[in-house]
């Protein structure tokens, strides 16, 4: 039985919405194409109908995650206490593919890097337009400082194994970025 233009359509964005929360809960070894399917509603057999290999499936899916890096605020503190948060730490499969899957792009083939790097891109010129500083080179700075900073602290935050710790990171962070006194994020200002 055919399917509609319009149901291929949705079946891989269902696919890749699968991939997408799988691969940032579990990483991309430890999914496999069935996981991926079985997820995603479909079956095993189809998956070479929408993507040439897992491969394709990890690029695919981190092209698509690239509107993610949208800030939903136009408040670099807003941004920060979103990102910094015990919720979003602890959400792995919504949470943000940079801090999710970072240490693994690296070990992946060109194609995958390629769509990371274009988020981190996408991610610093988005920042920018909402970090402080007197002129572009200065925001672009304040950008990528708080995105490395907020990145890291979310990885480090979740990695350890002590509650009281990982919320510690995510404060301390979060009180370095956003401190009046001249630290973190408005030291752009001050450079």
């Not at 799988?22 to 995603?40: H, P, W, Y």
């Not at 993610?68 to 807003?78: F, G, I, Q, R, V």
């Amino acid at each position: 039985m055919r399917v509609s233009r319009q149901q291929v359509e949705d079946n891989k964005r269902t696919i890749l919405e699968a991939a997408g929360r799988l691969f940032r809960e579990r990483g991309f070894e430890s999914v496999t194409v069935t996981d991926v399917m079985k997820s995603a509603g479909l079956t095993h057999g189809g998956f070479y109908g929408y993507f040439k290999s897992k491969d394709d499936l990890i690029a695919q899916t981190l092209a698509g995650l690239r509107g993610e890096a949208e800030p939903k605020s136009t408040d670099l503190a807003a941004v920060a206490q979103r990102y910094l948060s015990a919720e979003h730490r602890d959400d792995f499969a919504h949470g943000c593919p940079l801090a999710a899957l970072a240490s693994e792009v690296s070990r992946q083939p060109q194609g995958a890097r390629t769509e990371m790097t274009a988020f981190l891109k996408r991610q610093f010129e988005r920042l920018g337009k909402i970090a402080p500083g007197l002129d572009e080179e200065q925001r672009r700075r304040a950008a990528i400082g708080n995105s490395a900073s907020m990145i890291g602290a979310l990885i480090l935050a979740r990695m350890t194994d002590d509650p009281a710790m990982s919320n510690e990171i995510l404060e301390a962070t979060r009180g370095w970025l956003l401190a009046e006194d001249g630290e973190g994020a408005k030291a752009a200002d001050v450079a």
